[in-house]
């Protein structure tokens, strides 16, 4: 028997199909992405529902043009002129699909904004995804590079996603075992990279949260307000205000948030870093170590400098950021030069955890 409340729609996935697919010419990237970088693509095309979706697949099977699928462009780095089709994801729609007694299963559309969508859950008090508050983007970019901050990954929270696959036109969906999550990543970063358009994620979701407070001063800052039994919305709002004052706001300061990866390293390296650095930040992951790349960058002495028209944020060395029209040449060159400094200085590489497209 399915309980009633099953049936609640969010907000349906069935709108009108007021606005046609429209496919542009010469389009200005720069209120697409976070960095506020001004770079323009050959053409551009936003999808709004699914029939879109299936007709661009379908042109896209005859034309065989580069492309580049978008959500909310929070996490790339456009060079100037990107001779690509950009593909705009913004398919809308929240729906309850399933409960019982602990769990409900929330069904999101691709195009839905990230921080709203946890905003929603944490107020209708759906646990698991409160950690994950504030975090710029869209739905179906979660999944790609498997987002996570204070202790939680999306993975910890996503059931199934459902996407289609570019060259056939196929629908599929695939389990949280399917996607490969690991560490900022998934097979839509490998296997399926740039072969799939991610429509709609699917979470489970939890009525009996089991909080998790113990990254990043979530539990300090909560000892402090004196709340001894925090519910989801005390964590979200501590994550809220933890992140507001750790990282820039995008609508006023242009950044793709933690530029790089933590990068891990051996056991071994580890203990040889320690005796050098005794101040190292790192955390156990797995079988080896996880070190902060932003106490990497800081040691090198990047924190707070800038080269050309993009800095190295002062509050935390881990973001690069827009001072004002920089070019994606230039944030590669920052990129560049920083992760060669770690280089010398720690022989470690750093990955980039934004993604380059030209
Ligand atoms: C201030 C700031 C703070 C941040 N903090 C965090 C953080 O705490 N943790 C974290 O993990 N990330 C963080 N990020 C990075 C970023 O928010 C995430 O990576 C986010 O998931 C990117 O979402 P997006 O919709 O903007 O994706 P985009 O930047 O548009 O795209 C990212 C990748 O996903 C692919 N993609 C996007 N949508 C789809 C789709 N529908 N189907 C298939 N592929 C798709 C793109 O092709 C691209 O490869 C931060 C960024 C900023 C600017």
């Not at 925090?230 to 300061?253: E, F, G, M, Y």
């Not at 070190?291 to 800038?306: N, V």
């Not at 920089?326 to 992760?339: H, R, Y």
Request: net charge negative; with cysteine; proline share 4%.
């Amino acid at each position: 028997m399915q309980s009633p409340k099953m049936f609640i729609f969010c907000r349906n996935f069935d709108f009108p199909n007021d606005d046609f697919m429209i496919l542009q010419q010469s389009v200005s990237l720069k209120s697409y992405n976070t960095f506020g970088i001004d770079a323009t693509c050959r053409y551009f095309v936003e999808l709004k529902q699914r029939d879109d979706v299936e007709k661009w697949v379908a042109m896209q099977q005859q034309s065989h043009d580069p492309f580049f699928i978008l959500g909310g462009g929070s996490n790339v780095v456009f060079q100037q002129c990107i001779e690509k089709t950009v593909v705009k994801v913004s398919l809308r729609g929240i729906e309850a699909v399933k409960e019982d007694e602990g769990n409900v299963w929330i069904k999101a559309a691709a195009g839905e904004i990230w921080s709203d969508f946890v905003d929603y859950c944490v107020e209708n008090r759906w646990g698991g995804m409160e950690n994950l508050s504030n975090i710029p983007g869209t739905v179906g970019a979660a999944p790609v590079q498997n987002v996570g901050a204070y202790g939680v990954e999306a993975k910890d929270v996503i059931e199934t996603v459902e996407c289609i696959e570019i060259a056939t036109g196929q629908w599929k969906r695939l389990t949280n075992a399917e996607c490969q999550f690991g560490y900022r990543d998934s097979i839509f970063k490998q296997a399926f990279k740039n072969q799939y358009i991610i429509a709609a994620v699917t979470f489970r979701l939890t009525k009996n949260p089991k909080l998790q407070l113990s990254y990043g001063g979530i539990s300090s800052r909560l000892e402090r307000e004196g709340i001894e039994q925090p519910t989801i919305a005390d964590v979200s709002r501590v994550v809220h205000s933890l992140r507001v004052n750790k990282l820039p706001d995008p609508a006023i300061i242009g950044s793709a948030g933690s530029f790089f990866k933590n990068p891990i390293i051996s056991h071994d390296k580890y203990a040889v870093l320690l005796q050098h650095y005794r101040d190292l930040v790192a955390f156990p992951f797995e079988e080896s170590f996880k070190i902060a790349a932003g106490w990497l960058i800081e040691q090198c002495g990047w924190k707070g400098r800038q080269l050309g028209r993009v800095g190295v944020y002062p509050q935390q060395a881990l973001v690069l950021y827009n001072l004002g029209d920089c070019t994606g040449e230039e944030v590669k060159q920052l990129a560049n030069a920083i992760q060669q400094s770690v280089k010398e200085k720690f022989d470690i590489d750093l990955e980039p955890e934004a993604i380059f497209i030209e």
